[in-house]
């Protein structure tokens, strides 16, 4: 009942900048926690970025810095906000949605995930 879309990926050149959107929709009560998780081929699944309670936030060590992730607004639109990309950036991005259905119901809902491509 719950769904998330993710948008905003592409090809974009090293140094550049992509805004990623993560947009939850369906009945729920809140949102808790927006995670982003990435994959490259050949490689481990990561957590990129997290926000929590709307305010904590953590962080890929790998990213700090130059990755930003906002809590979700009155349209329920969590972004992640990728600046000075580099090649290693290059993976499949999903979006990880968690929260309230009702007060004893909770939900775990993931989207599609956009491709996120830095040339060399």
């Known amino acids: 009942q719950v769904y998330v879309v993710e948008s905003g990926g592409g090809l974009a050149q090293p140094g550049a900048s992509l805004r990623l959107a993560c947009t939850v929709s369906g009945i729920f009560f809140r949102i808790t926690e927006v995670n982003w998780f990435r994959q490259a081929p050949g490689k481990e699944r990561e957590l990129a970025a997290r926000?929590?309670?709307?305010?904590?936030?953590d962080y890929l060590d790998s990213v700090k810095g130059r990755f930003s992730i906002s809590k979700p607004n009155a349209n329920n639109t969590s972004y992640l906000q990728m600046n000075m990309l580099k090649s290693d950036d290059s993976a499949m991005y999903y979006c990880?949605?968690?929260?309230?259905?009702?007060?004893?119901?909770?939900?775990?809902?993931w989207g599609q995930g956009t491709q996120v491509t830095v040339s060399s």
């Open positions: 926000i929590r309670g709307g305010i904590s936030t």
């Open positions: 990880n949605v968690c929260g309230w259905l009702t007060d004893w119901d909770s939900f775990d809902s």
